[in-house]
């Protein structure tokens, strides 16, 4: 399940870096994305994994919040 959780939300990230997020492709990766997060963290009561914080250093931590936030506005639109 973690493995299936970091594959699509690095998936995210990559599109963000590039440029490329739309609603559609946010969209798909996004729900996939937080039904895993949501189903691990209620298993062992942790969020650290959304961020991969001890792989990611402070200034990666930020873009992958910035990819979610572009996300989320796209969406609301």
């Known amino acids: 399940m973690i493995e299936d959780f970091l594959y699509?939300?690095?998936?995210?990230?990559?599109?963000?870096?590039?440029g490329e997020i739309t609603q559609d492709n946010y969209l798909m990766l996004f729900s996939h994305i937080w039904l895993l997060s949501w189903t691990y963290c209620m298993k062992v009561g942790s969020l650290d994994m959304w961020l991969d914080v001890?792989?990611?250093?402070?200034?990666e931590q930020m873009e992958q919040f910035k990819a979610l936030n572009l996300g989320f506005r796209l969406n609301s639109k």
């Open 8 to 18: 699509y939300k690095h998936r995210l990230f990559d599109f963000y870096k590039k």
């Open 54 to 59: 001890n792989e990611l250093t402070k200034e």
